[in-house]
């Protein structure tokens, strides 16, 4: 009998990280020496007093069901965070906790999109949001933004794609992959555009917000124009932050309308998050973020060490990430050449098998919607960064610029 699958899932496709990821453990398995750059995932741990917390939700019988929108006292948690760290008021209702900012993110979709909708992404893009659009019925308008405009939505690209039928604007910064980040100037300008279009809804992505380069402090479209609330999500979460990954919690702040129904959503999907990982959650807002600097010290001195060694590669072009975990790369100048078994390079597809070859495991810019680039995390041993960066410079410099006769 052959299974039949629904449209809905044959929209969407598993996440191109899993698969890189899969890869890497493939080849290491086969005793081959490979340095891993394709996971957006703290290489630190979860900080002590949090697990501390965890352990004692445990023992102290926080182990039931939770409400569908979270615990209460988490809520109450985010909403002095979104206050005390972003400026922000927000009501408790007006916050919801899920399974990672993830499952905000679908909820939310699945709450507003009706067949046909259009939701406007920025091209490079995490794939989850247009997979995360086209599986709850709504098409993703994809906007190219490539290196000259570092890799950032400009206002006339957005006047330009909005019509009758967009719902959505999505913006994240710090970016996955482009690690860019949005400056005062240019969210006012996005701003004044969204003020012109009252029925466009505003996702804000600001999952990595902690982790900016070069002393940026946090700053939120929701700062700049402070008027255009009540059309905004704000999506945010442990998982970066705090290094929390595995622990599954995020939330999501915006207007109650919103907010409620995506918890009849989560009602009928997952119900309330787990009540340990909250536990830990809460004592992650409430602990404060002394251990931050020193970490975003790591990730800014892997940066520095990683662009620097890929700038000086002929037929490469960095972009300098502002934050976030990623150094994205376009390849387009090695395009055309030859590796020394004779396979010519025809994609960033063909790039990242090479480099692969080569001992260094990235992800290829298809998987976020923009070609020829190559995607490195940099949420990894500096050790492994700096050797990533020799390696590739090496491996570049063996290709011929023609075949062999
Ligand atoms: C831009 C962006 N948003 C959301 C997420 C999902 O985060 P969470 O672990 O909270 O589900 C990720 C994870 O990689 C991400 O890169």
């Given at each position: 009998m052959s299974l039949r699958l629904s449209q809905r899932v044959q929209r969407v496709s598993l996440s191109a990280n899993a698969a890189a990821k899969s890869g890497v453990t493939a080849l290491r398995e086969a005793g081959r020496d490979i340095l891993d750059l394709t996971t957006g995932e703290p290489d630190f741990d979860t900080p002590d007093h949090i697990k501390q917390a965890a352990y004692?939700?445990?023992?102290?019988?926080?182990?039931?069901?939770?409400?569908?929108?979270?615990?209460?006292?988490?809520?109450?948690?985010?909403?002095?965070?979104?206050?005390?760290?972003?400026?922000?008021?927000?009501?408790l209702p007006s916050i919801v906790i899920a399974n990672g900012a993830k499952q905000i993110i679908f909820n939310a979709f699945a709450a507003t999109l009706d067949d046909g909708d259009e939701v406007l992404v920025p091209v490079p893009y995490w794939p989850s949001f247009p997979d995360s659009v086209r599986f709850n019925g709504g098409v993703p308008v994809l906007i190219e933004c490539g290196l000259e405009q570092g890799c950032k939505l400009l206002p006339a690209q957005l006047e330009s794609h909005i019509n009758s039928r967009t719902r959505w604007l999505i913006l994240n910064g710090p970016g996955n992959p482009s690690g860019a980040v949005y400056s005062e100037a240019e969210l006012t300008a996005?701003?004044?555009?969204?003020?012109?279009?009252?029925?466009?809804?505003?996702?804000?992505?600001?999952?990595?917000?902690?982790?900016?380069?070069?002393?940026?402090?946090?700053?939120?479209?929701?700062?700049?124009?402070?008027?255009?609330?009540?059309?905004?999500?704000?999506?945010?979460?442990?998982?970066?932050?705090?290094?929390?990954?595995?622990?599954?919690?995020?939330?999501?702040?915006?207007?109650?309308?919103?907010?409620?129904?995506?918890?009849v959503v989560q009602s009928q999907s997952t119900s309330g998050a787990s009540s340990v990982g909250q536990a830990a959650a809460l004592a992650a807002f409430d602990g404060g973020l002394a251990f931050l600097p020193e970490q975003v010290a790591a990730y800014q001195q892997r940066r520095d060490l990683l662009v620097s060694a890929l700038s000086l590669v002929d037929g490469l072009d960095v972009l300098t990430p502002q934050g976030g975990f990623f150094v994205f790369v376009r390849c387009g100048g090695l395009l055309g050449r030859y590796r020394e078994d004779g396979r010519r390079l025809n994609d960033d597809g063909d790039v990242v098998a090479y480099l692969l070859d080569e001992g260094v495991a990235g992800v290829a810019g298809s998987a976020y919607g923009l070609s020829p680039w190559f995607r490195l995390s940099i949420a990894t041993a500096t050790s492994s960064v700096i050797e990533a960066g020799r390696r590739i410079a090496d491996a570049c410099g063996r290709l011929r610029l023609e075949a062999d006769l």
């Open positions: 004692a939700a445990i023992a102290a019988g926080a182990t039931k069901y939770t409400p569908t929108p979270g615990v209460r006292a988490l809520r109450e948690a985010v909403q002095r965070k979104l206050k005390r760290e972003n400026r922000l008021d927000y009501s996005l701003a004044d555009v969204l003020r012109r279009h009252p029925q466009v809804l505003i996702l804000l992505d600001e999952l990595y917000e902690h982790i900016r380069f070069d002393d940026r402090s946090p700053l939120s479209l929701l700062n700049v124009a402070p008027d255009l609330q009540p059309r905004c999500l704000l999506v945010g979460g442990v998982s970066k932050t705090y290094a929390m990954t595995g622990w599954r919690i995020g939330f999501g702040a915006g207007p109650e309308r919103l907010t409620t129904a995506m918890t």
